[in-house]
């Protein structure tokens, strides 16, 4: 039942042997002397290898209506400018289920009641599988899924983001050991009964491939999981109020230095004007740091940290606290960016691309302000370097099943994960992100689906059935001129899309590197925040590789080494 | 008062105010030192204890049973939520993994211990939650002794019990409640800040300075804290016999006589026993405050044992045994803490949190 976190067992004591040192530590033996080895924290890597025999056989389930704009997905995403209304049905005959089960999900949204009529008209529309999702806040829900999952306490499955992964100490072998091994059950040809599943494709599908052991992983590598949405092109953006920028005289920044021209012409702290929200994110590639944090310079393994590109960057995350030009609340945990933006309060904020056509629809809706635009940042350089903009790859999340579970329930459950993976245009994306006609939504002029106050009030931004599974294909969504806008986004941003050093591989780096990671990101907060002082980074630079960086490179270029054939 | 539980059950806390009362009531007749006279009563006691004749155990079970089937519920709740769990803290010496079960586990002794004691992160925690214990000792802990004696002369009941609802009610208030309103007033953009900046002035810092937490901390700990401590004070005070003081005034005691010699001496059973018990819980700051404060102020200022444990060995770390290790040691501490407060308080001739038979 257990297994090794990928170091050698031979480290590990007996427990003959260590019942020996418990006596003796008993009998007054100095405290020193009774001292045992503690194993694990080596790190673990994991290949995402799509060519895996066990993954679903791919059968293409091709879009029932073509897309308006036409990209190179997952990169470059395909949209529609008109909603495809009505929808069509990928889904012609529903499955007759009656399993009652409770799945554990993040959410940011209103919490749905048990007995919410979305609830009750989805478990008809599904197939009549009865599902209770536990909400949790995410940032919560990140912490504390670690918890539950140690304690198998999640009900019968449970959705991760796959940035929640940083919170557990070491998530490749949580998956191995608390997770249900579905290979069985969507391994082969599963067409017949899951043909959204079987569309989604062997990259996605190979992203939710774990290997119990690490030292045999084509032979140990199993299916742990329902993939969510396969992610690529630009992964977040930096968002500017166009109205403001253009009331104010003021063009959308391309470098740097333009932004913090505009921000200080902008900001006045008396006034409670504040130009910039969160950025720190997305400042990092302005300065071509690596999202990874690993840069390959031809002999070795540099870290962001200990180049000299972070220390500008630290330089000018400080300028944005010293000259006033950051919102006072941003780093903290009442910064609302959202709610700022919106009434003007910030100019420029980093988000999830969504935030563009939600926050568009939203004020459209409401009518609050009819000038009221949004817009991206593009890849902003500094010093007249090259452009860099963080792409997204691999799947965003995935859906984990409990241990024990039965393979019948699973089947059930990815029958409605077979729902939920229908893409958009369809009418069943529609009711998985929209709700029902007349209740959660109403067609607006133009055809596309406007939350009622119901729907804004009980459901709207809540992941729910959502989290069941990614559609086969992302598209973009939004009304039309948003649509195009980020379609051209999109296009004009692919020269400058990052490449993961690492692509293909799942790792989880050594104890040490993370914990003195989390130990140098607090003190660079310090010195961003101004409680401590720019001429202390080189100092901690040094902690940060004798307490584990240096061992962290070890295990990176290795896995980077082996990878590229170096 | 750390506000994460250990409260002292208030039922217990009147009934011995009376007995002593009579003591210092003799003592103001007599003028004799306080420490002799309450040192005699202790010492009878236990001369007197080896005569009684123990009856068998069989007829104090006739005689008790219904009190033994009285308690067995909270026993039971006890062990099933407290002791059992407890057991568990055994994994402080193992080379602990949550995928093996308990006894595959390998015993490595103190290991844990010692990687504790030599992390510079562990040594800042803990110095820094005996900054904020001792703090709270010195400045909230007497602050709400004063506020029951403030509370205690205003003769108006009607102003007496809203003053009171107004002080008590932030008890009940969460942390993440308090330090909320905290920034909505007191923050950057806070309701003080915009006021400051509307007469030319300049924003207030303290919610993001890190060199002045400890005064926000103890402000935030006054606000919410020092209305519960009055009560438990209140009620002592309000047991003390009424006659005492007139025959104070008969003979001649002004204000503060009276207040030095009765009021005081009368409720320092009570200081004696809250006192005992914050001292055991030393360590045990609290875990809301600091962690919800963290990100404004920064980890240096603001970090405390407990998330220490929470974020060194909790989150993205295989740190079960450590952050076990990192209880027990606090657990320990809190223990002798509270063995050497009672022992001197026994001293003293005072109860203590349990009585010397």
């Given amino acids: 039942m257990a297994t090794p976190s990928g170091g050698s067992p031979v480290r590990r004591r007996s427990l003959f042997k260590a019942a020996g040192v418990g006596t003796a530590g008993a009998a007054g033996v100095p405290l020193a002397s009774a001292c045992g080895e503690v194993s694990g924290g080596e790190g673990n890597v994991q290949e995402v290898d799509p060519t895996l025999g066990i993954l679903p056989e791919y059968k293409e389930w091709p879009l029932p209506i073509e897309p308006d704009l036409l990209g190179d997905p997952p990169d470059h995403p395909s949209g529609y400018l008109a909603y495809p209304n009505p929808p069509a049905r990928a889904i012609t005959t529903p499955p007759g289920n009656s399993g009652s089960y409770q799945v554990y999900v993040p959410n940011w949204g209103p919490a749905l009641t048990a007995d919410d009529p979305y609830l009750l008209a989805m478990q008809e529309a599904t197939g009549g599988t009865k599902i209770e999702f536990v909400q949790s806040d995410g940032e919560a829900f990140a912490e504390a899924s670690t918890q539950w999952i140690q304690a198998e306490e999640f009900g019968d499955a449970i959705f991760m983001f796959g940035w929640m992964t940083n919170s557990h100490a070491n998530f490749n072998e949580t998956v191995v050991n608390r997770f249900a091994d579905i290979t069985d059950i969507v391994s082969g040809d599963i067409a017949e009964r899951w043909p959204l599943l079987a569309g989604r494709g062997d990259a996605a599908w190979a992203d939710s491939v774990w290997s119990a052991d690490p030292e045999d992983p084509a032979g140990t590598a199993g299916i742990y999981g329902v993939p969510w949405t396969l992610l690529g092109g630009p992964g977040n953006a930096f968002f500017h109020r166009a109205d403001l920028l253009a009331e104010g005289g003021f063009a959308v920044p391309t470098t740097v230095e333009e932004l913090l021209e505009t921000a200080r012409a902008w900001s006045d702290d008396s006034a409670g004007r504040w130009a910039i929200g969160g950025s720190d994110y997305m400042s990092k590639a302005w300065f071509r740091l690596e999202a990874t944090g690993w840069l390959w310079d031809g002999s070795g393994l540099v870290h962001n940290n200990e180049r000299s590109e972070f220390k500008e960057w630290v330089r000018f995350q400080r300028t944005l606290t010293d000259e006033k030009l950051r919102h006072p609340s941003v780093g903290s945990a009442d910064f609302d960016g959202k709610t700022l933006h919106r009434t003007g309060e910030i100019l420029f904020d980093q988000d999830g691309w969504s935030r563009w056509w939600q926050m568009t629809q939203e004020v459209r809706a409401t009518g609050e302000n009819p000038a009221f635009a949004l817009g991206p940042v593009g890849a902003l350089t500094y010093e007249g370097r090259e452009p860099m903009y963080h792409a997204a790859r691999g799947v965003g999340g995935w859906l984990f099943f409990r241990k024990d579970l039965g393979e019948d329930a699973i089947a059930e459950l990815l029958d409605v994960s077979n729902y939920a993976a229908a893409p958009y245009g369809t009418k069943e994306y529609e009711t998985t992100f929209f709700g029902f006609e007349g209740q959660q939504f109403t067609y607006d002029a133009d055809g596309r689906p406007a939350f009622t106050e119901a729907g804004v009030k009980g459901f709207q931004d809540s992941l729910a059935y959502t989290a069941m599974s990614g559609a086969t294909e992302y598209l973009l969504e939004g009304p039309a001129d948003i649509v195009e806008a980020r379609f051209a986004f999109d296009e004009a941003i692919q020269p400058y899309l990052d490449e993961n050093p690492f692509q293909g591989l799942r790792l989880t780096g050594p104890e040490a590197g993370n914990n003195a990671g989390a130990v140098f990101d607090e003190k660079v907060n310090d010195i961003v925040y101004g409680r401590a002082e720019l001429s202390e980074l080189d100092a901690a630079v040094e902690t940060w590789r004798a307490d584990g960086g240096d061992e962290a490179r070890e295990f990176y270029e290795k896995a980077y080494k082996q990878l590229h054939g170096e | ?357």
Avoid: C
């Avoid at chain 2, 006739?62 to 033994?68: G, K, S, T």
């Avoid at chain 2, 002004?254 to 059973?269: A, D, G, K, V, Y």
């Avoid at chain 2, 030393?282 to 990100?295: D, T």
């Fill in chain 2, 1 to 357: 008062m750390t506000g994460t539980g250990g409260a002292p059950v208030p039922p217990a806390l009147p009934g011995p105010a009376i007995p002593i009362g009579d003591d210092e009531s003799d003592m103001a007749v007599t003028t004799e030192p306080a420490g002799r006279a309450a040192e005699t009563p202790p010492k009878t006691r236990k001369a007197k204890a080896p005569k009684a004749r123990r009856r068998p155990l069989r007829h104090r079970l006739r005689r008790d049973w219904a009190l033994i089937v009285l308690t067995a519920p909270a026993m039971v709740q006890l062990a099933v939520f407290f002791y059992a769990p407890s057991a568990y803290s055994v994994i402080a010496f193992m080379d602990y993994s949550p995928y093996r079960s308990l006894w595959e586990n390998p015993i490595i002794g103190f290991t844990h211990f010692q990687i504790l004691f030599q992390d510079p992160y562990f040594v800042d925690a803990l110095l820094n939650t005996l900054k904020f214990a001792f703090a709270q000792l010195l400045f909230v802990f007497p602050f709400s002794i004063v506020l029951a004696l403030v509370m205690h002369s205003v003769v108006s009941t009607k102003l007496r019990s809203t003053f009171q609802s107004i002080v008590y009610l932030p008890y009940f208030f969460s942390w993440v409640l308090v330090v909320s309103v905290f920034t909505q007033v007191l923050g950057q953009d806070g309701l003080f800040s915009r006021w400051l900046v509307g007469m030319g002035g300049e924003r207030l810092d303290i919610t993001r300075d890190p060199d002045t937490f400890m005064f926000l901390a103890w402000m935030q700990w006054t606000w919410k804290d020092a209305g519960w401590g009055m009560i438990i004070f209140l009620a002592a005070l309000a047991a003390i016999n009424p006659a005492l003081y007139e025959a104070a005034a008969v003979d001649g005691a002004n204000r503060w006589r009276r207040l030095w010699h009765i009021t005081l001496p009368s409720i320092r059973p009570v200081i004696v026993l809250l006192l005992i018990l914050q001292l055991g819980g030393i360590l045990s700051v609290g875990f809301e405050q600091y962690q919800l404060q963290r990100a404004a102020v920064g980890w240096g200022a603001s970090e405390v044992l407990d998330t220490f444990v929470y974020y060194r060995t909790i989150l993205s770390s295989n740190g079960e045994s450590l952050g076990t290790a990192a209880g027990l040691f606090k657990g320990l501490i809190g223990l002798l803490l509270i063995l050497a407060a009672n022992n001197i308080a026994h001293r003293f001739g005072e109860q203590g949190i349990y009585q010397k038979s």
